[in-house]
Structures are given as C-alpha cells and as structure tokens.
C-alpha cells in the first residue's frame, strides 16, 4: 500500500518524434566522450556524478553493475561522458526499451551540482536522442520522477510532449493508485502549461523586435 501511494516515487511519461529533437549544441571546453562500463574506473566517475546529482540513496558499484548489464527497462547500449579538463561531470545512458525495440529512451541524466547552469541537462538530452535518431530510432519516451520538474521542463523544450494513455506507455512497470496517477498527472499537465506559456510569450517578444 505504501509504494502505490508514494507520489515522490511515481514518474510520468514524455514522448516525442527524435526527428524533431534539437541537435545539441556546443558546449566547449567542455566535450564527450563514451563510457566504458568495463572500466572499473569509469564505473566509479559514473557512481560520483550519479550520487552527486540525485537526492536519493546513495548508488555502490553492484547498483552501476546493474544499470548497464541489466537495467529495469532499458537495453542500455551506450552511455556517455560529458568531459571537463578530463575529468567526468555529466553522464546519460541510452538504449531501447525492453518492451519494445522501436523505441529508444535514455537513464540516469545526471549533471554534477557545481556544473549546473551551464546548459548541460538540454545538451544531454539532446545529445542522446539524436544519438539513437542516427541509428534508426524515430520515436522517444523518457520516463522521469515527478519530483524532477527541471527535467520535465528541459525535455518540453527539447520537443517532448506529455503522454496520459497508459495503452501508448513503452514503460508500464509502474503501479499508482487512481488517485496518485491523478495528482501526478494533474501536475504534468499543469508543467506543461507552464511550458507553452512560457513559449508564447518568448516569441511574443521575438516577434517586437
């Protein structure tokens, strides 16, 4: 009963056509380069910027052994670095969902705190989808923590758009009660409002000048 009622917990869904997703934008002197899951030493820059980004329980190297090898609903197939004077600060895994191949989707975005305000949560973004655009996958679903309303934001300006109809989830894993899935997806859409309303006034602007 607790985990249906947990509303901190419950993620909501985004979509999008990777077409239309932005490509990513320079971000010098910062630069990527892959993730060797491999790597022992990789595996612990990934863990570093993953318990630095998140609020959550802290992440050991079974928990990152788990996320390439045998993550919950993705086929994790690459993941990346984002690099500054050689040292890691920004990560973002990308693959297929399980439940089906078409469909590409990403994991843990994760920006250290010290570098954020740099524009690396929308070069993240970007920079996966396109990643998974150029190997022939057309359709995108994130799945994020309602609580990460940055997040939902950055992905709503990259082109996604929010999704209701459990029937069209490529993650159907999570289980709400009515009234959590209610609240959650009350709060999306009221985000999303935000979003195109903010939109309009900046081409408002645009447009006077």
């Given at each position: 009963?607790?985990?249906?009622?947990?509303?901190s917990?419950?993620?909501?869904?985004?979509?999008?056509?990777?077409?239309?997703?932005?490509?990513?934008?320079?971000?010098?002197?910062?630069?990527?380069?892959?993730?060797?899951?491999?790597?022992?030493?990789?595996?612990?820059?990934w863990?570093?910027?993953?318990?630095?980004?998140?609020?959550?329980?802290?992440?050991?190297?079974?928990?990152?052994?788990?996320?390439?090898?045998?993550?919950?609903?993705?086929?994790?197939?690459?993941?990346?670095?984002v690099i500054?004077?050689?040292?890691?600060?920004?990560?973002?895994?990308?693959?297929?969902?399980?439940?089906?191949?078409?469909?590409g989707?990403?994991?843990?975005?994760?920006v250290k705190?010290?570098?954020?305000?740099?524009g690396?949560?929308?070069f993240?973004?970007?920079?996966?989808?396109?990643?998974?655009?150029?190997q022939?996958?057309?359709?995108?679903?994130?799945?994020?923590?309602?609580?990460?309303?940055?997040?939902?934001?950055?992905?709503?300006k990259?082109?996604?758009?929010?999704?209701?109809?459990?029937v069209?989830?490529?993650?159907?894993?999570?289980?709400?009660s009515?009234?959590?899935?209610?609240l959650?997806n009350?709060?999306?859409?009221?985000l999303?409002?935000?979003?195109?309303?903010k939109?309009?006034e900046?081409?408002?602007?645009q447009?006077?000048h």
């Amino acid at each position: 009963m607790r985990y249906l009622l947990n509303y901190s917990r419950a993620v909501v869904h985004l979509q999008a056509d990777l077409s239309r997703i932005p490509a990513p934008k320079d971000v010098s002197p910062f630069f990527v380069r892959m993730v060797n899951p491999d790597n022992p030493i990789d595996l612990n820059h990934w863990i570093n910027i993953v318990n630095d980004a998140y609020d959550d329980t802290l992440q050991d190297i079974g928990y990152a052994v788990q996320h390439f090898r045998n993550h919950l609903f993705l086929d994790i197939s690459k993941a990346f670095f984002v690099i500054d004077d050689k040292v890691p600060i920004a990560t973002i895994s990308i693959g297929i969902y399980k439940s089906n191949p078409n469909i590409g989707g990403v994991a843990r975005i994760a920006v250290k705190k010290k570098f954020r305000g740099y524009g690396l949560g929308s070069f993240l973004i970007n920079y996966g989808f396109n990643q998974l655009y150029q190997q022939g996958i057309n359709y995108g679903e994130s799945i994020i923590s309602i609580t990460r309303e940055q997040s939902i934001l950055l992905h709503l300006k990259s082109g996604f758009i929010p999704q209701i109809n459990k029937v069209y989830f490529s993650f159907k894993n999570q289980k709400r009660s009515a009234i959590i899935l209610f609240l959650v997806n009350r709060k999306l859409n009221r985000l999303y409002k935000q979003y195109l309303l903010k939109f309009s006034e900046n081409f408002l602007i645009q447009q006077n000048h």
